[in-house]
């Protein structure tokens, strides 16, 4: 009776060192599983992961436990990173796992720290200021975040795209060169000449995208259109740039049109 007392007495002294089943660390821990999703290792042992250092836990002048191994290596034991991408995102190529993930668990999917668009505007603060306040986001961020036109860990496309959308400000008007967009817009925005409901920028029925974007030297829509948000309607960009210029769009809307005032040309208006 005494010996098995004094057995267990040994055995909580010395489970910090040894012992590191998943209960004795959620007694203190408890609160890094305590979300929605858990992270299967985690859930499982701790000791996956992390293993002591020997020195007694815890403790304010020495780490406990030491990491399995470093970030991002230690990810990659159990997740391959299965094809390189032409173009990875920086965070991805530096190994900054932790910069998107929580290694224990997370209240969304894919154990991300953030949920997302808020994860990826923790980062960007150039694009968090045209999509919050004031400003009007593109509708494709609110319904589906910044992921339904990026990818998150890599791209084959420049700009981590999930598709076709030119660098160039003046490029052949061919619809695969914008495909971007027409994963969710309707072609004839650009493709027919004369429309009555392909578009609201018409002047009358003579489609004004169309006149803007034909021919070997059509616009890109970046030209006159901010794609994450802008405080004009219809995302229409503020200031347009040609060559070292910068120019005030002027745009002005009104119930059957608009009018802008580029610098490209005088001032034009159209009325549907
Ligand atoms: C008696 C409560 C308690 C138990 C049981 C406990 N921890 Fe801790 N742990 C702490 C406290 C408190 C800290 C913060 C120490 C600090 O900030 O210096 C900590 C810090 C840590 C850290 C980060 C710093 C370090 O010392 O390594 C890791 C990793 C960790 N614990 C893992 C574990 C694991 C794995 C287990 C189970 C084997 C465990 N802990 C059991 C209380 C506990
Ligand atoms: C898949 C690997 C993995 C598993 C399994 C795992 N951890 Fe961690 N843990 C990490 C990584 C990586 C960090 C460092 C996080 C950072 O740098 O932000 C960490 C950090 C910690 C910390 C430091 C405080 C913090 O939140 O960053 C504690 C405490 C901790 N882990 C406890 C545990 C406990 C308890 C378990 C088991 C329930 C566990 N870990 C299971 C990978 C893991
Ligand atoms: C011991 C193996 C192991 C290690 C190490 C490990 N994971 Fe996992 N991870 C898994 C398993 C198993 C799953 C669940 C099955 C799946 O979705 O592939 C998973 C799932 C995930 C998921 C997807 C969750 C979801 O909802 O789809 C992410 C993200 C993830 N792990 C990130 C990490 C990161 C970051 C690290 C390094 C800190 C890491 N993992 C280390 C085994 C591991
Ligand atoms: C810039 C943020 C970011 C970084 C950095 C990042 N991830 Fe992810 N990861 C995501 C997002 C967002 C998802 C979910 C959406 C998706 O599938 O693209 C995801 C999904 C995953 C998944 C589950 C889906 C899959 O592809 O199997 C795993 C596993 C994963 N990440 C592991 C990692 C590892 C390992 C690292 C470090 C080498 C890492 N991630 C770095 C944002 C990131
Ligand atoms: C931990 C910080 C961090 C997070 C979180 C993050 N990024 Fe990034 N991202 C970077 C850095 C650093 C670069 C490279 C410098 C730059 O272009 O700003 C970058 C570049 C980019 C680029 C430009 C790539 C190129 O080739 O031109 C895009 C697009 C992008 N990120 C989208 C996202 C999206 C979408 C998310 C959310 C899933 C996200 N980022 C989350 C740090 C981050
Ligand atoms: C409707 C599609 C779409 C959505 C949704 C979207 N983006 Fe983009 N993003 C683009 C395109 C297209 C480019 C390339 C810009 C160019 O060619 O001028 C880009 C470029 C970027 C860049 C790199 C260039 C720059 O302007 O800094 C970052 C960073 C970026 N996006 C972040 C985000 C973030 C963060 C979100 C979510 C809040 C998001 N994007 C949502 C289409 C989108
Ligand atoms: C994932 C779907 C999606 C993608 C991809 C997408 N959009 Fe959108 N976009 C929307 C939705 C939804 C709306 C709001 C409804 C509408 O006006 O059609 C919208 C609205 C717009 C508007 C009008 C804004 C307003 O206030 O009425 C413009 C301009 C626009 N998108 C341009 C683009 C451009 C340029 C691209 C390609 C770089 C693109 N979109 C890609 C979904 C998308
Ligand atoms: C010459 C400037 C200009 C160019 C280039 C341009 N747009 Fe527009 N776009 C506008 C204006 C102005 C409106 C507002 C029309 C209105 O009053 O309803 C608009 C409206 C839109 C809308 C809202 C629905 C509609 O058609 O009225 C979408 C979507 C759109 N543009 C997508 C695009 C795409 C995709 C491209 C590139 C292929 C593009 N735009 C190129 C000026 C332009």
Same mark, same amino acid.
């Given at each position: ?81 299965? *094809?390189? +991408?032409?173009?990875? #995102?920086?965070?991805?190529?530096? !190994?900054? /796992? %932790?910069? $998107? @993930?929580?290694? =224990?668990? &997370? ?24 999509? *919050?306040? +004031?400003?009007?986001? #593109?509708?494709?961020?609110?319904? !589906?975040? /910044? %992921?339904? $036109? @990026?990818?998150? =860990?890599? &791209? ?117």
């Amino acid at each position: 009776m005494i010996q098995l007392l004094i057995i267990d007495f040994l055995i909580i002294l010395t489970l910090p060192y040894g012992g590191s089943t998943k209960t004795d660390c959620l007694s203190c821990h408890g609160d890094l599983l305590e979300k929605e999703m858990m992270h299967y290792p985690a859930e499982d042992d701790c000791s996956t992961c992390h293993e002591s250092t020997g020195a007694s836990h815890p403790s304010t002048d020495s780490a406990g436990f030491r990491l399995m191994d470093k970030v991002p290596a230690l990810c990659l034991y159990c997740h391959e990173e299965t *094809q390189q +991408k032409t173009h990875p #995102h920086q965070p991805v190529a530096e !190994g900054n /796992c %932790m910069g $998107c @993930h929580d290694p =224990h668990a &997370s209240s969304g999917s894919s154990l991300l720290s953030l949920p997302e668009p808020d994860l990826c505007l923790s980062c960007h603060k150039r694009i968090s200021r045209l999509v *919050q306040g +004031k400003m009007k986001a #593109h509708s494709a961020i609110e319904g !589906g975040g /910044c %992921m339904s $036109c @990026h990818q998150s =860990h890599g &791209s084959d496309m420049r700009a981590l795209l999930v598709d076709h959308y030119p660098e160039e400000d003046y490029l052949p008007a061919l619809t695969e060169n914008f495909e971007l967009c027409f994963l969710c817009h309707d072609m004839d925005l650009m493709e027919a000449e004369e429309t009555e409901w392909g578009t609201g920028f018409r002047n009358g029925k003579k489609n004004l995208h169309w006149l803007h974007v034909n021919g070997d030297k059509g616009r890109n829509c970046r030209m006159c259109h901010n794609i994450h948000g802008s405080p004009l309607p219809f995302l229409v960009e503020e200031y347009v740039g040609f060559g070292n210029w910068v120019m005030e769009m002027k745009f002005v809307p009104d119930e059957q049109g608009g009018s802008c005032l580029p610098g490209c040309h005088g001032k034009l208006s159209y009325q549907r």
